[in-house]
T-cell receptor
Framework: AQSVTQPDIHITVSEGASLELRCNYS??????LFWYVQSPGQGLQLLLKYFSGDTLVQGIKGFEAEFKRSQSSFNLRKPSVHWSDAAEYFCAVGARYGNKLVFGAGTILRVKS | GAVVSQHPSRVICKSGTSVKIECRSL??????MFWYRQFPKQSLMLMAT?????????EQGVEKDKFLINHASLTLSTLTVTSAHPEDSSFYIC???????????FGPGTRLTVL
């Protein structure tokens, strides 16, 4: 069965601190992995994606994620969090073209000053 | 590039009426569009997948006669909530993929409130 687990429902970090959001997946074929961010009342914005190649991918807004096949993980990281990063983050897995995505439950990031 | 719009952003309607939500891909041809529903503080639940020119494929538990989906062109898909009831109140989000894009790009969502 295809599934995505984001074990942390809420995370609070101080502004300027580093951040890691966890994502584990289960997928029967070659996984294509995505991280999206959603601000309150808004749609989803793509942060980054991994299809193949270098397992460390860079995204927008200073985010990066590392694909670890052996651990079935695709954790999102940022070295220094800004207050504007407060939002909800979704990890998703799917096929590469035209196929539906399976989303994790999301992690709400709070940033304290 | 890869911009998806939704209209309206918010709609309030009376119980029993029908509401149409539009999803447009503005700068690419969307061979596939997806409709999601998101309840407060929950993740996205896929409702249906539509390919241009063919009938939508609905997920288990989603009533196809209640949530009518039309994908008549490569840039437009519509979701019509028929005979809406308060329990249909939710945040509806569409996404689109296709052409040279191998990623789903999401619209900004539509907040539906049924009184």
């Amino acid at each position: 069965a295809q599934s995505v687990t984001q074990p942390d429902i809420h995370i609070t970090v101080s502004e300027g601190a580093s951040l890691e959001l966890r994502c584990n997946y289960s997928y029967g074929a070659t996984p294509y992995l995505f991280w999206y961010v959603q601000s309150p009342g808004q749609g989803l914005q793509l942060l980054l994606k991994y299809f193949s190649g270098d397992t460390l991918v860079q995204g927008i807004k200073g985010f990066e994620a590392e694909f670890k096949r052996s651990q079935s993980s695709f954790n999102l990281r940022k070295p220094s969090v800004h207050w504007s990063d407060a939002a909800e983050y979704f990890c998703a897995v799917g096929a590469r073209y035209g196929n539906k995505l399976v989303f994790g439950a999301g992690t709400i990031l709070r940033v304290k000053s | 590039g890869a911009v998806v719009s939704q209209h309206p952003s918010r709609v309030i309607c009376k119980s029993g009426t029908s509401v149409k939500i539009e999803c447009r891909s503005l700068d690419f041809q969307a061979t596939t569009m997806f409709w999601y529903r998101q309840f407060p503080k929950q993740s996205l639940m896929l409702m249906a997948t539509s390919n241009e020119g063919s009938k939508a494929t609905y997920e288990q538990g989603v009533e196809k006669d209640k949530f009518l989906i039309n994908h008549a062109s490569l840039t437009l898909s519509t979701l019509t909530v028929t005979s809406a009831h308060p329990e249909d109140s939710s945040f509806y989000i569409c996404s689109a993929s296709g052409g040279n894009t191998d990623t789903q790009y999401f619209g900004p969502g539509t907040r539906l409130t049924v009184l």
